[in-house]
């Protein structure tokens, strides 16, 4: 089955600068790749996500790649602030459009921003 | 006001005893899902419906039991063949395969 690796577990920056999670994927078939952003306490919320016929997507500060030839993709957050200080989760997953097949997340990376 | 909704928010089990958790959804969504938080673990399925009156088991079931007898009700029960229940759980529902979660309800054991 799928299976998911994210680097970095955690992920210290000063407020200004920009930060990059990875994540890697095995299945080839995967198709879709969301990224979550949970903040403590409360359920993950979709930040954006990636289908496999494109290979970057923004959406002002936060961008994702996809690159597939190497199974990877990765979230950019640039300008961080404070307020981005959160555990970011990665998934994968072979849904089509419509569909609903389920998620594989990665185990999580734990972004703190410093004032 | 639309969404996924979970409660309770925060639940204590007697040794040997069953619970149940409940999932409700007003998004009209067909497929939902439970998963299990641990720290540092991520997310782990434990079970996931694609339509009502069906469900699947996801890679960790053992311990956990279901229904799905209407769209917008997906009930987990952590039964007392679970020997370490306590841990944060996460319901789902998607559309276009897109997931959207609840606030979580937090179990413990007493």
């Known amino acids: 089955g799928e299976n998911v690796e994210q680097h970095p577990s955690t992920l210290s920056v000063q407020e200004g600068d920009s930060a990059v999670i990875k994540c890697t994927y095995s299945?080839?078939?995967?198709?879709?790749f969301p990224w979550y952003k949970q903040e403590l306490g409360k359920g993950p919320q979709l930040i954006i996500d990636?289908?496999?016929?494109?290979g970057e997507k923004k959406d002002q500060r936060i961008a994702v790649t996809l690159n597939k030839t190497a199974k990877h993709f990765s979230l950019h957050i640039t300008e961080t602030q404070p307020e981005d200080s959160a555990v970011y989760f990665c998934a994968a997953s072979k849904g089509v459009e419509g569909g609903s097949e389920k998620l594989v997340f990665g185990k999580g990376t734990k972004l703190t921003v410093n004032p | 006001d639309g969404g996924i909704t979970q409660s309770p928010k925060y639940l204590f089990r007697k040794e040997g005893q069953n619970v149940t958790l409940s999932c409700e959804q007003n998004l009209n969504h067909d497929a939902m899902y439970w998963y299990r938080q641990d720290p540092g673990q991520g997310l782990r399925l434990i079970y996931y419906?694609?339509?009502?009156?069906?469900?699947q088991k996801g890679d960790i079931a053992e311990g956990y039991s279901v229904s799905r007898e209407k769209k917008e009700s997906f009930p987990l029960t952590v039964t007392s063949a679970q020997k370490n229940p306590t841990a944060f759980y996460l319901c789902a529902s998607s559309i276009a395969n897109i997931q959207y979660f609840g606030a979580g309800t937090r179990l413990s054991v007493l």
């Open positions: 419906s694609q339509i009502v009156n069906d469900f």
């Open positions: 990636i289908r496999s016929n494109v």
């Open positions: 299945d080839s078939a995967s198709n879709y």
